[in-house]
């Protein structure tokens, strides 16, 4: 049987001497040699050897942050949170698919009142758990107010009021308020059992998707063995097997053939081992940096805990140098210098999506950001930084301190801006260090999902990813008007106009309030096996994790 021993891991996880260590380790897992004739271990069928007619296995790297820390517990962080995705274990009401459409998984039908303040679902009744009891819809109303009443969940279901089961096969969501996003969060959030759900649920799931766990040690792997019971199609890919490494392990391994699937990055795109194909999936994955737009001294920002944030800066609540700047950076070079290609422009945050605006992009034009400065009264000083009423044009730029891609957009945009007559002081830090600076500094962030619920958060007033601390009435309202839409297809105008709106000439684009400066998306990268088919992905969320194995079931060899 194709799993790892902890003796085994602990030999391929060492990044060190990587090249001696991980020969040899992981072919010890099958006993049927790869379908494309390396030393890999997924060749072989789940229960059968070399003479399997079909391999139904695959083995997966992953970044050590995509473990889940709870374990596979949706009442908490799993399929959830910052990286979204599809929970596997568990079913969901509703899924996307590679469209971002709208799909029925365990609902057979839904709709929503005229004024968005009741969701009423109808779900099959012929789906088991793996410990073979029904689910209900006492299930799906136990696990959203048990999202909803948790301080630990990490799906946002706030806007809930309460979910009731009305019979075995209905559930009502009453709302808080109009929020048609509601079903962006629904399309990840598994449904566990009332009956068996507990303190070690996380470690040992209960569910009723597509796999369930076989096996789980921590800091290290986790098998998934394909649901026999399961209600849909059954899945083409009987197991999958997720090891956790760095990057450098993650190549080391690609290298010795010993997984079929291994993330890496642009800065080692080139190594491709051989035996591998390039497999670039196209993404929202958005870098971008958070513009202050209130002065230094501003009334402070108070979040929860009683924490009190500094607010405002005084170089960036100038709009003629958040706009410039949008106008000066060359995004096109900086996706060639930093991502070697393998990324896009970003200008906002869910490009592409039906919701994301045109007016938000700007051409690269150095000329007009110099023109903007002068007409608003910045003036060169004796070093060449421009200042205005006693204020130089120089700020820090903060990035995650441990992320060589940010490091490198950071340095960038940097060493552009002095063109324009900016000073940029790039500073790495760690997370904690950086959260103190969110609302005073400019941060570069990562953000992107498939959803409109982040353009949401960071751009309306009272968002939780407010940075720029920027309020506009009627940006807010178009937010607002986005979400109250009975039908979701009617919100994009409004997200839209959220963006630039025309009639008030109000919003966050760059030749408007400039809160950000989208840079650019970042193409998500995996060493392939040749003969492995990975099935059509959606554009994947920030995070490189979860998300490409979506639709694991559909893989092929």
């Known amino acids: 049987m194709a799993v790892y021993t902890r003796r085994q891991f602990a030999k391929m996880a060492g990044v060190g001497a990587a090249a001696l260590t991980l020969g040899g380790v992981l072919s010890a897992c099958s006993e049927g040699g790869s379908p494309a004739g390396g030393d890999a271990g997924s060749g072989a069928g789940v229960d059968g050897g070399a003479g399997s007619a079909a391999p139904t296995q695959v083995i997966v790297s992953m970044t050590p942050g995509s473990e889940p820390a709870a374990g596979f517990d949706p009442l908490v962080a799993w399929g959830c949170g910052e990286h979204v995705h599809e929970p596997l274990i568990q079913s969901t ?4 698919n590679a469209d971002l ?10 709709e929503c009142s005229a004024d968005g303040m009741q969701w009423t679902f109808s779900i099959r009744d012929d789906v088991r758990f793996s410990d073979g009891q029904p689910l209900t819809a006492h ?8 999202i909803k009443n948790s301080a630990a969940a990490q799906a946002d279901l706030s806007t809930v009021a309460e979910a009731v089961a009305i019979d075995d096969t209905t559930v009502v969501l009453s709302m808080e308020r109009p929020n048609n996003a509601l079903l962006y969060t629904l399309a990840v959030v598994g449904i566990v059992p009332e009956h068996a759900y507990g303190e070690d649920y996380g470690a040992n799931p209960i569910g009723s998707g597509r796999y369930v766990l076989e096996q789980w040690d921590r800091g290290q792997q986790v098998i998934l063995r394909a649901n026999p019971d399961y209600y849909g199609e059954p899945p083409k890919m009987e197991r999958v097997v997720v090891v956790f490494m760095e990057e450098d392990a993650s190549l080391a391994a690609a290298m010795a053939g010993q997984v079929d699937v291994a993330y890496t990055s642009a800065v080692h795109a080139d190594n491709q081992p051989v035996g591998y194909e390039l497999l670039n999936c196209a993404s929202v994955d958005s870098r971008g940096i958070s513009l202050p737009c209130l002065p230094a001294g501003s009334p402070p920002k108070v979040l929860e805990g009683d924490m009190a944030y500094e607010v405002g800066n005084d170089v960036t609540c100038n709009v003629a140098v958040r706009q410039a700047m949008n106008y000066g950076v060359d995004r096109a070079r900086m996706i060639d210098h930093v991502l070697n290609g393998f990324g896009t422009v970003a200008w906002s945050v869910g490009d592409g999506m039906p919701w994301a605006s045109p007016d938000m992009e700007v051409e690269t034009d150095a000329e007009r950001a110099r023109a903007l400065l002068a007409e608003d009264g910045w003036t060169a000083g004796g070093d060449g930084v421009l200042e205005k009423d006693g204020v130089r044009a120089a700020f820090d730029l903060y990035y995650a301190a441990g992320d ?3 490091q ?9 801006m002095p063109g324009i007559g900016i000073e940029v002081n790039v500073k790495g830090a760690s997370w904690d260090e950086i959260y103190l600076h969110q609302f005073s500094s400019p941060v570069l962030w990562g953000w992107g999902s498939n959803s409109p619920v982040e353009l949401y958060e960071l751009t309306h007033s009272q968002g939780w990813g407010n940075y720029a601390c920027y309020e506009n009435e009627h940006v807010d309202a178009n937010l607002d008007a986005a979400l109250a839409q009975p039908d979701i297809e009617d919100s994009y105008a409004y997200y839209r106009k959220a963006q ?7 919003g966050v684009a760059p030749h408007a309030a400039a809160t950000w400066i989208w840079l650019a998306n970042v193409d998500h990268l995996y060493f ?3 003969g492995l088919h990975v099935a059509e992905q959606k554009p994947h969320p920030h995070g490189h994790g979860w998300s490409l194995v979506n639709n694991v079931d559909k893989w092929t060899w």
């Open 408 to 416: 490198a957009l950071a340095s960038d945009f940097a060493s552009q």
């Open 139 to 146: 299930d799906v109303a136990f696990t959203v107010n048990g």
């Open 404 to 406: 060589s891609v940010r």
């Open 528 to 530: 392939q096996r040749t």
């Open 101 to 110: 459409e709208f799909e029925n998984d365990l609902a057979t039908s839904y």
């Open 93 to 96: 009401l509703i899924a996307t």
């Open 500 to 506: 630039w709106d025309a009639e008030t000439h109000t």
